[in-house]
């Protein structure tokens, strides 16, 4: 069954809560404890369109959000890692889901762990999904790396140009409606949303791992570019959980039944420890 591309799902709703620097817009499936998606850049809350139905159907309330600037969200006054991170704990606020489960995907997972070092109690748990963890050096590297164009072709040539692009430095498993909603959000967005690409290098990840207290799980996929990142986390916190997946970036897209098996593990044993903890409380 394909499910359709950028309108809701089946029993998703979409709203808008205020966030620091204009509207937010999220998407919402399910009850229960809150999981909270954060995606990459240049993508969106539709990026989590397969991973909604199996969060909600396990018993949780999955909130995807769009970050300022990307998909139906205002941009930011000045975009950041920090400005994202703001507008995800402004979301749990606004939607009284706290303290929530946090998962950020790439550049989104940068923005959901300053959100657990900063805010620690809106985050009763962390999913790093292919965080990238560089270093000082690797991050001066990558400044410049994605420069955006959004100048229209006559001829449309812009449509296929981008195709092209995201054909040779996406995901080599990438379906062609993966690869079809990528481009089209691309020049939905606008120019902002280039932003969430280029302000990645210009956070000190290092520095803020450290102050996380939250469960955290790893997730490192071995054809993903940033791999390595996860070998350098679990380094860096080897107190935190791990797994490993066999594709690349696009799991959550195309490979969504392998990408859930770790995350379902982990959604489950944080699931049950609050109902512990909560068991043993009122038993005080």
Same mark, same amino acid.
């Given at each position: ?176 409606? #993966?690869?079809?909603?990528?481009? *089209?959000?691309? $020049? +939905?967005?606008?120019?902002? @949303? ?5 302000? %990645? ?55 969504? #039944?392998?990408?859930?098996?770790? *995350?379902?593990? $982990? +959604?489950?044993?944080?699931? @049950? ?5 909560? %068991? ?5």
């Amino acid at each position: 069954m394909t499910l359709p591309i950028m309108t809701a799902l089946p029993g998703e709703r979409r709203g808008y809560v205020d966030g620091p620097d204009g509207q937010l817009h999220y998407r919402s499936m399910g009850e229960g404890p809150a999981v909270v998606l954060v995606h990459q850049a240049p993508w969106s809350s539709i990026q989590f369109r397969h991973a909604l139905p199996l969060i909600a159907r396990a018993g949780f309330r999955a909130i995807a959000i769009d970050l300022p600037a990307h998909g139906m969200s205002d941009p930011p006054t000045t975009p950041s890692i920090e400005a994202y991170a703001q507008a995800t704990a402004a979301l749990i606020e606004a939607l009284d889901v706290a303290p929530a489960i946090v998962l950020g995907h790439r550049g989104g997972g940068l923005a959901a762990g300053k959100l657990a070092a900063d805010r620690p109690e809106l985050v009763r748990a962390l999913i790093l999904d292919n965080a990238p963890f560089m270093s000082a050096e690797d991050r001066a590297a990558r400044i410049g790396r994605f420069p955006d164009n959004q100048e229209i072709a006559p001829d449309g040539r812009h449509i296929s140009d981008r195709w092209e692009w995201v054909k040779r430095v996406g995901d080599k498993d990438w379906s062609d409606e #993966t690869v079809h909603i990528g481009v *089209v959000s691309y $020049f +939905l967005h606008g120019p902002w @949303k280039e932003h969430g690409h280029s302000v %990645i290098p210009l956070f000190d990840f290092e520095a803020e791992v450290p102050r996380i207290s939250a469960p955290t799980l790893i997730i490192g996929s071995r054809t993903d570019a940033v791999f390595p990142s996860a070998a350098r986390l679990r380094e860096a916190r080897p107190d935190w959980n791990y797994a490993e997946l066999p594709g690349g970036p696009g799991m959550v897209l195309d490979r969504i #039944t392998e990408w859930w098996v770790p *995350v379902a593990t $982990f +959604l489950n044993s944080v699931a @049950k420890t609050a109902q512990s903890e909560t %068991i043993d409380g009122n038993t005080a």
